[in-house]
């Protein structure tokens, strides 16, 4: 009986082992051209997504006003949390894919704080642009809120 078993098990492994490798050996290159997934890249790709499919692409540029060093975090093609020197603007050009062409594509900037001329700490100013037109403003940081918008 165990003989038995332990050459079904063997046979079964075999079988299993050489069956998943089909015929004969394909490129690597080859085979590709017709997939989804090759077909997928063969489109345009814009910064921050994947391929466009007809929507329309804007230029967004996330600004942080102030002078000295201020820690940034924010959203845009990517997102980062990062230490830097300001004035700091960072460009994208982005262009919703998917649901976001109906609800929108967060776009933020949330400035750290900066040291005021008379030595107290207060909070940098930020702004968004997009397509040369400046949507959100935070002027000097009055509100303590990041800049946030979205983007269809």
Not at 49 to 78: C, F, P, Q
Request: proline share 5%; glycine share 14%; with cysteine.
């Amino acid at each position: 009986m165990r003989k038995t078993l332990t050459a079904t098990a063997f046979v079964l492994a075999a079988a299993l082992l050489t069956g998943c490798g089909g015929g004969e050996e394909e490129p690597a290159e080859a085979g590709k051209a017709g997939s989804p997934a090759a077909q997928k890249s063969a489109k345009p790709e814009e910064a921050g997504g994947e391929a466009v499919e007809g929507g329309a692409s804007h230029e967004v540029t996330i600004t942080v006003k102030g002078t000295g060093r201020s820690n940034v975090m924010y959203t845009l093609d990517d997102s980062d949390f990062t230490e830097v020197d300001l004035p700091w603007t960072k460009t994208a050009t982005i262009a919703p894919r998917g649901a976001e062409r109906e609800v929108g594509r967060l776009v933020i900037v949330t400035p750290g704080n900066m040291t005021a001329a008379d030595g107290m700490l207060v909070a940098a100013g930020c702004s968004i642009t997009v397509d040369g037109k400046t949507v959100v403003e935070n002027e000097g940081g009055k509100t303590g809120k990041p800049c946030s918008y979205k983007l269809k």
